[in-house]
């Protein structure tokens, strides 16, 4: 598809450069990616743990992890607000979205390098704050609910302020990646001949910038509520509760699909590589993206639909939620019908790919009980709301997300990892995560209520099988981060700059690119999915 | 399907199952029908050779518009059946019985239009529509019965209601569904769902004679203490195993020295918890939130009595 083979005169690697300085002060696209990626992998572990944590406390009926509920309280806050707002809306879109925006286009970097770094910085502004909000942590759960969280005694500003910087890193980023891709394509790279993760990050980058400002001012609101006792949220005087709810869905619901968005992209390069397969149906792929996207403003109200709004409220909210599952289950059939007369090599990112379909499938249907509005006034709240969101957000994100890191590995890093050992982690991740999550399904469906430290004897059985079944999820992410941190301390290059045989132009580079990515910017003659053309 | 749904015991149950079937249903077949598929294609299409032939297919629109027409279809069939159970579950008959609700931390009060009240047990009677009219004290709560199918949050300022009507006898689980903070897991309490003869008994004031506390007759008072301790919401902020929850535990609480938040100190005896139950603020232990609701007129002297005997025996 590139017009001629590059000429490597001084083919510099862009991770050439040594010492602090280079890092923290860069602002090439790659090693902000990886600076990222350091960061939101830190979170995603943290994170876990208290995960772990959680599923150990809950073995049991009784309280005997943790010393008191409180604590309890504050480990899912914490596991809540750092996966959400640390690790999974920055996550995809800031580190893979930074390496690879460029080099897909074909540009030597995003159109703002300098306001790159400054999104970063403000991103470790923002942790920097959430970290020293360790100390004394909020146990309002990661939704901040008004009055509970005007109330409580723990410390709530120091988690929100925290929260509130980092949007301004979403903006920033969103605006950055907006601009890039459309003033920087190469020659030739037409909007119908870009790659569908190109298109995936254009539809979140519009999500970040337009969604991202209302949460902020939700949570400046709550800030200014606790501060001083203005009374926004607080019925005493005059305000109203449900508000808060509203604000924070209005953004909160948009950002699931920024969570969610990017891994649609990364599906969609991963399965034509492996398949040697054009992507069946690009355009209804790229157009659903959109879809999902604007859709995504107008169903905020589907998490409120026993907060106690209208009934004719809840009616347009629920046919609106029904009409989001429309594009999605487009996505799904696109995806599985690209396998079809391929030639299908099962690699350990096609692994994950895989298993994304078959998993965000079940995270899919089960939204539609939710979309449902007499089923989801019993279900809501529930344990099999909790299954249903880590369906959407580990199987389809996290799957794409480790997808991605498989594949991506050798462009990035310029390493190769153990391919056997990474296909064992991915089996005990898929079969870990399952296990965990199924099983709060049907505890569900018994009427399990979320966010409970202590809980009825009948839901024993199915509790403790989701805690084994962390225990497996939790070993398969170890071995696999330790199998792709092995080799970046090993010496040696791969073998071959496209061992996969992709079209799109980041494989057209070396491994790792050079510092500019392109000695000359290509032009593109056709699009990036022409495997098997004739 | 007792295994995956609870037991349905309200006249909103019924419909409530059906539309979770039909979504079921729909759910099952497209999941069998993509794992099929993708496993099928995964197999077949798998890479046996470097040059395997393969086919170069950008798209179909026709099999494109009937994907996309099918689940349209299947959704808004969805979406009209959950609205129309949903108007069900949201306008109460006429003829309800209406019992007020006040949720706070954290515990559930009743109060009947006879002029009774209970704590943390809401008596109803079998086949006769209820209407809960429910308000919050604090912050948010959730009013939720899995085997009645029905949930809604309760609100400080202003009221929130809630129907149902009762079809089978028994007790059934009360559980708070929205997070309302260290007692959240503990904010339990039963429904009573009493026989017509039953209910009228109960309301004229026998209430040893109904439902769950019908076993209390031939117990001793530190036996009646334990179960009032975990009916009346005692156990959300004591424990009784020596862990600090909320409040103090009750775990060798008796006979103990406690000092006071004004510097003095107080031997817990049973003159001092009687105190405590009835006017908690009156003498605080040093350490504590001031956040214990009084019993007074909640639990009867025979009931504080009970809760001081079964104290003592946690040693």
Not at chain 1, 49 to 58: D, V
Not at chain 1, 115 to 133: E, Q
């Amino acid at each position: 598809m590139a017009n001629g083979v590059m000429t490597q005169t001084q083919y510099i690697p862009y991770l050439a450069e040594k010492g602090l300085k280079s890092w923290i002060l860069t602002t090439d696209h790659k090693r902000i990616g990886i600076l990222y990626l350091i960061t939101i992998s830190f979170f995603f572990m943290i994170a876990g743990l208290t995960a772990l944590g959680m599923r150990y406390e809950l073995m049991t009926p009784e309280l005997d992890f943790f010393r008191t509920a409180t604590e309890y309280n504050i480990a899912f806050t914490l596991h809540g607000s750092l996966m959400v707002f640390f690790f999974i809306v920055p996550g995809i879109a800031a580190s893979f979205g930074n390496f690879l925006i460029p080099l897909m286009i074909g540009a030597r970097d995003v159109a703002f390098p300098r306001i790159n770094l400054l999104s970063f910085w403000i991103y470790l502004v923002g942790t920097a704050i959430l970290l020293s909000a360790l100390a004394q942590p909020a146990d309002t759960g990661w939704t901040f609910y008004t009055p509970y969280s005007i109330q409580t005694g723990t410390k709530v500003i120091m988690i929100t302020l925290g929260v509130f910087v980092l949007g301004f890193s979403s903006i920033l980023t969103g605006m950055n990646f907006i601009v890039t891709i459309h003033k920087l394509r190469a020659p030739g790279m037409t909007w119908s001949r870009l790659p569908l993760f190109i298109w995936a990050s254009y539809a979140t980058a519009i999500l970040q910038l337009l969604a991202t400002p209302v949460v902020g001012i939700t949570l400046l609101l709550l800030i200014a509520e606790r501060a001083f006792d203005i009374g926004f949220f607080d019925p005493a005087k005059g305000g109203d509760p449900i508000l808060f709810q509203n604000f924070f869905w209005f953004y909160s619901h948009p950002a699931v699909y920024i969570m969610v968005i990017p891994a649609f992209g990364i599906i969609s390069e991963i399965i034509p590589v492996f398949a040697r397969k054009p992507i069946f149906g690009y355009k209804a792929i790229a157009y659903s993206s959109f879809a999902i996207a604007i859709i995504s403003f107008f169903v905020w109200l589907h998490h409120m639909f026993v907060s106690g709004i209208s009934e004719t409220a809840a009616a347009i909210f629920s046919f609106l939620t029904m009409l989001v599952a429309i594009p999605t289950a487009v996505k799904v059939f696109n995806w599985t019908a690209t396998l079809y007369k391929g030639s299908i090599d099962f690699h350990s990112s096609m692994l994950y790919a895989l298993s994304f379909i078959v998993l965000f499938t079940v995270g899919g249907l089960t939204g539609v009980y939710l979309g449902a509005l007499a089923v989801d006034v019993h279900l809501h709240d529930t344990y099999f709301i909790v299954a249903h969101m880590h369906y959407v957000m580990i199987g389809g994100t996290v799957m794409g997300f480790f997808g991605a890191l498989h594949f991506w590995y050798q462009k990035w890093f310029g390493k190769v990892f153990n391919e056997l050992i990474a296909k064992i982690a991915w089996f005990l991740i898929f079969v870990g995560f399952n296990v965990t999550f199924f099983p709060q399904f049907f505890m569900g469906f018994q009427g399990m209520p979320r966010r409970y430290a202590t809980y009825p004897e009948e839901y024993i059985s199915y509790h403790a099988l989701s805690t084994y079944g962390s225990w497996i999820l939790g070993l398969g992410i170890l071995i696999m981060t330790v199998n792709l941190l092995i080799p970046l301390w090993k010496k040696g290059r791969p073998e071959s700059s496209n061992p996969y045989g992709s079209l799109s132009l980041e494989w057209q580079v070396p491994s790792p690119p050079p510092h500019e990515n392109f000695d000359e910017i290509p032009t593109v003659t056709d699009w990036t999915y022409a495997y098997g053309k004739k | 399907m007792s295994t995956w749904i609870p037991e349905s015991a309200s006249n909103l149950a019924a419909s409530v199952d059906n539309i979770t079937l039909f979504v079921t249903i729909v759910s099952v077949f497209f999941f069998v029908l993509i794992s099929a598929v993708l496993v099928g294609f995964s197999i077949k299409y798998r890479r046996k050779s470097e040059d395997q032939e393969t086919a170069y297919i950008t798209h179909n629109s026709v099999i494109e518009t009937i994907w996309t027409i099918i689940p349209t279809i299947l959704l808004m069939v969805i979406f009209a059946w959950g609205w129309i159970a949903f108007k069900e579950l949201r306008n109460p008959p006429a003829e309800a019985i209406e019992v007020n609700v006040i949720a706070k931390q954290w515990l559930w009060e009743f109060e009947y239009f006879t002029g009774k009240k209970s704590l943390n047990e809401l008596f109803v009677q079998q086949n006769k529509p209820v209407r809960l009219i429910m308000r919050s004290d604090d912050v948010i709560h959730s009013f939720f019965v899995p085997q009645f199918r029905v949930k809604q949050d309760i609100l400080p300022g202003s009221y929130q209601q809630l129907w149902f009507t009762p079809t089978k006898v028994g007790t059934f689980d009360l559980l708070c569904a929205e997070y309302c903070g260290s007692g959240h897991s503990q904010m339990l309490a039963k429904v009573n769902v009493l026989s017509p003869e039953a209910f009228t008994r109960w309301e004229k004031g026998d209430e040893l004679e109904d439902g769950a506390s019908v076993a209390a007759i031939s117990l001793s008072p530190a036996e009646r203490g334990k179960e009032l301790h975990s009916q009346r919401g005692c156990l959300a902020c004591h424990s009784i195993d020596g862990k600090e929850v909320i409040g103090p535990t009750f775990k060798n609480l008796y006979g103990k020295t406690e000092k006071l938040a004004d510097g003095s100190s107080v031997l817990v005896d049973e003159n001092y918890i009687r105190e405590s139950i009835y006017e908690p603020q009156a003498k605080m232990v040093e350490g504590y939130p001031p956040t214990m609701p009084s019993f007074k007129g909640i639990l009867s002297e025979d009931e504080v009595t009970a809760l001081v005997e079964y104290i003592k025996t946690l040693k």
